[in-house]
T-cell receptor, first 115, second 111 residues
Framework: DTGVSQDPRHKITKRGQNVTFRCDPI?????LYWYRQTLGQGPEFLTY????????KSRLLSDRFSAERPKGSFSTLEIQRTEQGDSAMYLC?????????????FGPGTRLTVT | EDQVTQSPEALRLQEGESSSLNCSYT??????LFWYRQDPGKGPEFLFT???AGEEKEKERLKATLTKKESFLHITAPKPEDSATYLC????????????FGAGTRLAVHP
C-alpha cells in the first residue's frame, strides 16, 4: 500500500497532556498538509509543507500546536497542553507538484479524544 | 470571503433512485473544484477535479459537473455501497496549497 499513512489511528489523552501524531505521505509527494475535522464538518486547513519548509499556517494553529517535517519525508504534529476543544480527527494529506492538478490524497486520520 | 456550501446536508435515497448533490462556491479566481468521498471514521477519498465551467467527469455511477457558481454531483441508480459523505473543496491560496471544504452531504442509500 503506497497511500498516506498516519499513526496512531486513535488517541485518548487527559486534558493538559501533550500528544504527537505522525504522517507518512505518498513517497514521491513533496507537499504535505495537516487538516482538522470535527463531527459534521468538512476538514479545516491547519498547515502546509513543501519539502521540509513550513510555508503556511492557519490562524487555527495556536501556539500549542507545532508541526515539523525534518527531512522532507514524514511529518509530526504535536499538541501541547491539550484541551477538550482539541478533540477532533486530524487528517494528513499529500500532493505532488509534478501532477499540476493539485489534488490532495488523504490518510486515514488520527482520532483524538481529550478527556 | 471565500466560501463553499453544500446542500442538502443529508439525503436518503432508495436503491436505484437517481439524484444530485449541490456545491456552491464563492472563491476568487477558482483554480479547480474537487470532490471527495468520505466513509465514517476514514479520511476523504479523492474522486474528481473540475477546472472550468462546462467540464464534466464520470466515474461509475457518479458524474460531476461545474458551472461558474456551482458544481453538481449526479448519482445515477445508486447502490447501498454509495452511502457516504460527499465533500467538495476549492483551493483558496496561491497554487493549490489550502483547500476550503464544504460541510458535506451525508448520503444514505437503502435497498
Amino acid at each position: 500500500d503506497t497511500g498516506v499513512s498516519q499513526d496512531p489511528r486513535h488517541k485518548i489523552t487527559k486534558r493538559g497532556q501533550n500528544v504527537t501524531f505522525r504522517c507518512d505521505p505518498i513517497s514521491e509527494h513533496n507537499r504535505l498538509y495537516w487538516y482538522r475535522q470535527t463531527l459534521g464538518q468538512g476538514p479545516e486547513f491547519l498547515t502546509y509543507f513543501q519539502n521540509e519548509a513550513q510555508l503556511e499556517k492557519s490562524r487555527l494553529l495556536s501556539d500549542r500546536f507545532s508541526a515539523e517535517r525534518p527531512k522532507g519525508s514524514f511529518s509530526t504534529l504535536e499538541i501541547q497542553r491539550t484541551e477538550q476543544g482539541d478533540s477532533a480527527m486530524y487528517l494528513c494529506a499529500s500532493s505532488s507538484r509534478r501532477t499540476g492538478s493539485g489534488e490532495q490524497y488523504f490518510g486515514p486520520g488520527t482520532r483524538l479524544t481529550v478527556t | 470571503e471565500d466560501q463553499v456550501t453544500q446542500s442538502p446536508e443529508a439525503l436518503r435515497l432508495q436503491e436505484g433512485e437517481s439524484s444530485s448533490l449541490n456545491c456552491s462556491y464563492t472563491v476568487s479566481g477558482l483554480r479547480g473544484l474537487f470532490w471527495y468521498r468520505q466513509d465514517p471514521g476514514k479520511g476523504p477519498e479523492f474522486l474528481f477535479t473540475l477546472y472550468s465551467a462546462g467540464e464534466e467527469k464520470e466515474k461509475e455511477r457518479l458524474k460531476a459537473t461545474l458551472t461558474k457558481k456551482e458544481s453538481f454531483l449526479h448519482i445515477t441508480a445508486p447502490k447501498p455501497e454509495d452511502s457516504a459523505t460527499y465533500l467538495c473543496a476549492a483551493p483558496i491560496s496561491g497554487g493549490y496549497n489550502k483547500l476550503i471544504f464544504g460541510a458535506g452531504t451525508r448520503l444514505a442509500v437503502h435497498p
